[in-house]
């Protein structure tokens, strides 16, 4: 049965990172489920250390969850906001949303938004805060990130109302992470529909090194399985995978 959510949903017209006011708030005894979100971040915070530009028109989003007694259940959690996210942004703005693994979703070879969960220790509590920034009606990006960015405006041509974005996000996040920690098989299925990696030339980075290799699939546990030149396969869990080429991309696809 679904579950009734209690948790606030708190909007913020600036902060530094959502993940870090968050993270305040499990601070003062935040609810299991609680959002903020906001329409600006000074401070941004992207994956692998790196920051995440997050201008005026963009929605800036972190869950916070009481991480699982079993950790195992929530190791699909980063795998489930993406899909969440993609079905948000599919209801919503109408946009059909792919995953370059393991976790960007993209629209016509660019990224329409991004995802850091990031775990942490609050009044005692283990705790996980799903963030997620999506460009939605960014009107442009900075030079260095016009080939590789782009926003639901962009490429609809439409203004999307954020609380709106705001409030499917949540729906689908509540329902996603439920499904992810029941270990549902329908959202793994959901997430290789979408995986735009699978059946590309890839290159795959870890600690300054890169390896060419051709993505096989993804695993049950969200891994991805390639197909080494030398013909071995390997299961690759951590870093980051990049398209060698922009085409071609699956029918109807993004
Ligand atoms: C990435 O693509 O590297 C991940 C970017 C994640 C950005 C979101 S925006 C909301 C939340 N707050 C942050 O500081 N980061 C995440």
Redesign the pocket.
């Known amino acids: 049965m679904e579950k009734r959510r209690t948790a606030p949903i708190r909007f913020l017209a600036e902060t530094d990172?959502?993940?870090?006011a968050i993270r305040r708030l499990a601070e003062e005894g935040a609810q299991d489920g609680s959002v903020i979100w906001a329409a600006r971040?000074t401070?941004?915070?992207?994956?692998?250390g790196?920051s995440?530009a997050?201008p005026e028109g963009g929605l800036?989003?972190?869950m916070l969850l009481r991480q699982s007694e079993d950790p195992a259940r929530d190791l699909q959690l980063t795998p489930a906001a993406a899909v969440a996210a993609a079905r948000a942004i599919e209801r919503v703005c109408g946009l059909p949303c792919g995953v370059k693994w393991p976790n960007?979703l993209v629209c016509g070879g660019k990224?329409l938004c991004?995802?850091?969960c990031e775990s942490f220790i609050a009044q005692e509590k283990r705790f996980v805060v799903l963030?997620?920034?999506v460009n939605v009606n960014t009107a442009d990006f900075p030079s260095e990130l016009r080939e590789i960015a782009v926003s639901v405006r962009q490429l609809t041509g439409k203004e999307t109302p954020l609380p709106a974005l705001a409030q499917a996000l949540t729906e689908e996040l509540d329902a996603a992470v439920e499904a992810a920690r029941q270990g549902d098989a329908a959202l793994l299925e959901d997430y290789r529909a979408r995986c735009v990696t699978v059946g590309r030339e890839v290159l795959l980075l870890r600690e300054g090194e890169s390896r060419e290799a051709f993505a096989l699939g993804v695993n049950e546990d969200y891994s991805l399985r390639v197909r080494l030149p030398d013909g071995s396969t390997e299961d690759i869990r951590f870093g980051e995978v990049s398209l060698r080429s922009k085409a071609p991309l699956p029918k109807g696809g993004c």
């Open positions: 990172s959502t993940n870090l971040q401070a941004g915070r992207g994956r692998l790196r995440f997050s800036y989003y972190s960007d990224k991004g995802i850091l963030g997620i920034g």
